[in-house]
């Protein structure tokens, strides 16, 4: 599609419980990238893909934070046992390419809410 | 690591009155990238800077690139009730390393 689409629009999960996101990237980009913005406005970047294969993870806290991009099939993310701190709103990205000078275009992000 | 900064965090303007926000990262930059998320939305990439001092239009915003390649800004002339959101500057090689954005709040 023309547009990063991601689902759902809002999760609610109590505590403890596990969260999956889901992103479908713009036909054609290679580069999916996942963002954490917290509610003070910052970003935070978790992991990226390029195509199937991670490609940076240096954000990712691995303990609890999964994340996946299998052909044909919508990349995910994946948090187990979430936490309070983990509410947030989770927004995709994809690019044509990983290098610098490729604009990133971002889904409507999830907003994700742990009780 | 790099870390972008900007100010002001917040501006409240009259419409009609200019804007301008001011990004300062602690690292070169090989480019800096500007965005728009509107409130409950989306970033969208406005435009991206390359060349060391480059200036850039778009209607009335005006995107400077530092000579050092270190800061940049985003002026605004003549605000509108939909320039209304808030402006991030983003820089990094492959991630995106955002500052922590200035919103921009216009009374009609």
């Known amino acids: 599609g023309e547009e990063v689409a991601q689902t759902p629009k809002h999760l609610v999960r109590g505590e403890g419980q596990k969260a999956k996101l889901y992103c479908a990237p713009i036909?054609?980009?290679?580069?999916v990238f996942w963002y954490q913005q917290v509610l003070k406005n910052e970003f935070k970047f978790l992991i990226s893909f390029q195509n199937e294969n991670v490609f940076d993870e240096t954000g990712m806290p691995k303990e609890r934070f999964s994340a996946k991009c299998l052909p044909n099939s919508p990349c995910s993310l994946e948090i187990q046992a979430t936490k309070l701190e983990d509410s947030a709103v989770y927004f995709c990205?994809?690019?044509?390419?990983?290098?610098?000078?490729?604009?990133?275009?971002f889904g409507d992000g999830t907003r994700l809410s742990i009780l | 690591g790099q870390q972008v900064m900007q100010i002001p965090q917040y501006q409240h303007v009259q419409e009609g009155e200019d804007f301008t926000t001011y990004c300062n990262s602690s690292t070169t930059l090989s480019n800096i990238q500007w965005y728009k998320q509107r409130p409950g939305g989306h970033p969208v990439f406005l435009i991206q800077l390359v060349k060391s001092g480059e200036v850039k239009k778009q209607k009335r915003l005006t995107f400077q690139f530092g000579e050092a390649k270190k800061n940049s800004s985003l002026h605004i002339t003549a605000t509108q009730t939909t320039d209304v959101g808030t402006y991030f500057c983003?820089?990094?090689?492959?991630?995106?390393?955002f500052g922590g954005g200035t919103r921009l709040m216009v009374k009609p």
């Open positions: 983003a820089g990094g090689d492959h991630m995106l390393t």
């Open positions: 036909k054609g980009h290679s580069y």
């Open positions: 990205a994809s690019s044509q390419s990983g290098q610098a000078r490729q604009p990133q275009h």
